[in-house]
């Protein structure tokens, strides 16, 4: 098991990205600088990770997107199946767990969480809801490893608490909180809000700036 | 105006987001060291910040919670009305309008655009559905300075050209695929499966790794 860095891991996850879109209009190769454009990194740091990766291109047509694929699948070792839960079921949890069901045949949310006495119970996007109460017992049966969190700002740091003890190695935070999680917990904090407001902030300082010349 | 760099607009909107979940618990004052803890940010940074501040505390009670506020959106240039369009009415979309709704008073979707003959005309979480072809149209309109991208991977580049010939200044792009714009424009990228196939592969190595001792 070789350790690859974070950065390298993300550029990876662009690569399959940029390959899966291209599958899907039904071409069948690609170009190392085609790649390198559409990710946005430098066609040299697309040449050294080729380097690593047991494939075989042809000036004429470049390599063959599924082989490629293959082989970023397999450094990134997402052959297993990995099981996640989320906890809170409002607009952006479902959403999450629309988008996931079956999209990605190596992810897979196992379950859902809620405290809304209306939504236990129920199945949203083919995933069960359970009642918080619930989490680590159905956490731990199924052992899930990865954690998504889309609760309200004041139950965020109470939700990674309790799936922390229930075991899960990954969490990846949309709640608008600072949470914290302990070392060896594997922790993404995604404020989509934050993110808005930051566009807003800087597309008004360009107009403004644009208005004062 | 002065211009704040990105990573000070970042921890600036931190700030704001952990003195509004404090106040809505009813708290009126706020230490720097409570502020530092919850965002993660070192209590001499707090400090560093608040000497751009007016703002007066006590060593008693810390620092008046509206006031706080007050400065951080005077600071950020907050306080006018920003227009922002959403392209895409999905699962995401919904969830995305439905946040928005009255939450951020300076912050407003103005219109959303599908499409889909089944959204357009309707109405979701205030925000109506336009059909897609009539984009530049209103964005000129209204002035929109914002476009929030929630289409499919293959649709995000033609949505993000759309937006920038009508004369948004900051893109949000939340489809899976890296898009490109012209100076002068704000790009902010947001992948969610991104972050969430990245945790569940820290999480698989995490897991392993324990496994392995």
């Known amino acids: 098991m070789t350790k690859i860095p974070q950065r390298t891991v993300e550029r990876f996850f662009r690569y399959c990205q940029f390959l899966h879109t291209r599958l899907e209009t039904g071409a069948e190769f690609v170009f190392s600088r085609e790649l390198a454009a ?50 809170g079921v409002g607009n952006l949890g479902k959403a999450i767990l629309s988008y996931f069901l079956k999209r990605r045949p190596n992810l897979s949310i196992v379950a859902a969480f809620d405290l809304d006495p209306e939504k ?10 359970h009642h918080s109460a619930q989490l680590e017992k ?25 799936l922390v003890r229930a075991g899960v190695r990954g969490i990846v935070n949309f709640a608008p ?15 989509i809000t934050l993110s808005i407001e930051k566009a807003a902030y800087f597309a008004r300082r360009i107009k403004l700036s644009k208005e004062l010349k």
């Open 38 to 87: 559409a990710v946005g990194v430098s066609p040299e740091q697309v040449r050294r990770d080729l380097m690593n990766f047991k494939l075989k291109g042809t000036p004429q047509r470049g390599y063959k997107l599924q082989e490629f694929l293959d082989e970023l699948y397999a450094h990134l070792e997402s052959s297993s199946l990995t099981k996640m839960v989320l906890v």
């Open 120 to 129: 236990t119970g129920r199945v949203y996007s083919g995933c069960h809801v």
């Open 138 to 162: 159905i956490v731990n049966k199924e052992k899930a490893a990865v954690g998504i969190i889309t609760v309200p700002a004041a139950s965020a740091q109470e939700a990674a608490d309790a």
């Open 177 to 191: 909180a600072q949470i914290k999680v302990p070392a060896g917990v594997f922790l993404e904090q995604l404020d």
